[in-house]
């Protein structure tokens, strides 16, 4: 019998069938995956990266990367902390309050 890491392959199923979902409904701003950090920051917006990485469970190194695409789709912005500028906080854009 071979052992499988269930946790992983639900996530996998999760992630398809949101996707899908996305589709369906015409929405193309974001996929299943950005979805996790929106949901976080549309709960309460303006969180540090450290913060966001802790809410979302993805690695600081894999969330760097996704919020890049983000941010270069408009859904959201960059700031220095205005306390301490070696912070840096994620704020949701305009366009990504009235998705």
């Given at each position: 019998m071979r052992a499988t890491n269930g946790g992983f392959l639900i996530s996998q199923v999760k992630g398809r069938v949101f996707d899908a979902m996305l589709q369906e409904a015409g929405i193309e701003e974001f996929n299943g995956a950005q979805g996790r950090?929106?949901?976080?920051?549309w709960?309460?917006?303006?969180?540090?990266?450290v913060e966001l990485?802790?809410?979302?469970?993805?690695?600081?190194?894999?969330l760097t990367?996704?919020?890049?695409?983000?941010?270069e789709k408009g859904i959201l912005e960059r700031r220095f902390d205005k306390?301490?500028?070696?912070?840096?906080r994620i704020v949701l854009s305009d366009k990504a309050r009235e998705l």
């Open positions: 950090i929106l949901y976080i920051l709960q309460e917006d303006n969180l540090p990266i990485s802790r809410r979302t469970g993805l690695a600081k190194t894999t990367g996704m919020l890049d695409r983000m941010e306390k301490d500028r070696r912070q840096v």
